[in-house]
C-alpha cells in the first residue's frame, strides 16, 4: 500500500540553525542575567525593577497600538474592497508584525531585549529589517522544489473509517459554464 509519503534512504541532516538556537537562546539568557546584575550592583536593585517595570509598560503600549492600527488597516482594506479598489500594497517594514515584535521584546524581562525592542521601533531600522526578510523570503520560494510542502497543494487525500487511504489529485478546469451544464454536482461516494 502505498501513503504518498516519498520514501528515501538518505538520512536527512539536521540544520545548523536547529543545533545552534538552542545554545545562542542559552547564551542569551545567561548574558541578560549577567547584566541584570551589573546594572543592580551599579545602581540598585529597585533602579532594575523599575526598569523591567517601566520596559513592560511599554511593550503592552506599543502592542496595543500597534494592534488597533491593524485592525484600522483591516477596515480600510475591507471597505476598499467593497467598493471595488484594489488595496494599495505595503512597503516592506511597514506593517505591524516588526512593531509587535518590538512590543514584545520590550515585554520580555532583560536589558537586552529591551534595547532590541527599542531598536525594532525605530523606522529605518523596521525598514531595514522588512526588505531583509522579504528578500529572505523570496529566495527561499525561489529555491524550494516544486510539490513541496506534502505536496498539500496538488495532493488529496480521502481518510475512510476503516483506515484505508485513497489518493487522488485535485484538477480544477476554470472554465465557463456550459448551457447544458447543471450548477448542483451529487458527490461521488455515497
Keep these: 500500500m502505498t501513503t ?11 540544520s545548523p540553525a536547529r543545533t545552534f538556537l538552542p545554545l545562542a537562546i542559552a547564551a542569551w539568557l545567561i548574558l541578560e542575567i549577567w ?3 551589573l546594572v543592580a550592583d551599579a545602581a540598585g536593585g529597585l533602579a532594575v525593577a523599575a526598569l523591567l517595570a517601566g520596559g513592560m509598560i511599554l ?12 485592525f484600522k488597516n483591516l477596515a480600510e482594506t475591507f471597505q476598499q474592497a467593497q467598493q471595488g479598489r484594489q488595496p494599495a500594497a505595503q512597503q516592506p517594514g511597514q506593517g505591524n508584525g516588526l512593531t509587535m515584535l518590538a512590543g ?20 529605518p531600522v523596521r525598514a531595514w529589517i522588512g526588505r531583509r526578510a522579504s528578500r529572505s523570503l523570496e529566495r527561499k520560494m525561489a529555491s524550494a522544489p516544486a510539490g513541496s510542502f506534502g505536496d498539500a497543494f496538488t495532493q488529496a487525500r480521502i481518510h475512510y473509517p476503516d483506515g484505508k487511504v485513497v489518493q487522488g489529485e485535485v484538477i480544477r478546469e476554470d472554465r465557463p459554464q456550459q448551457p447544458g451544464d447543471t450548477a448542483y454536482r451529487p458527490p461521488l461516494a455515497p
Design 4 to 14: 504518498g509519503v516519498p520514501t528515501s534512504t538518505a538520512p536527512r541532516r539536521r
Design 35 to 37: 547584566l541584570l546584575g
Design 59 to 70: 511593550g503592552v503600549v506599543v502592542i496595543k497600538r500597534a494592534g488597533r492600527r491593524a
Design 104 to 123: 514584545l521584546l520590550l515585554i520580555m524581562p532583560g536589558l537586552i531585549s529591551d534595547v532590541a525592542g527599542l531598536l525594532c521601533l525605530l523606522p
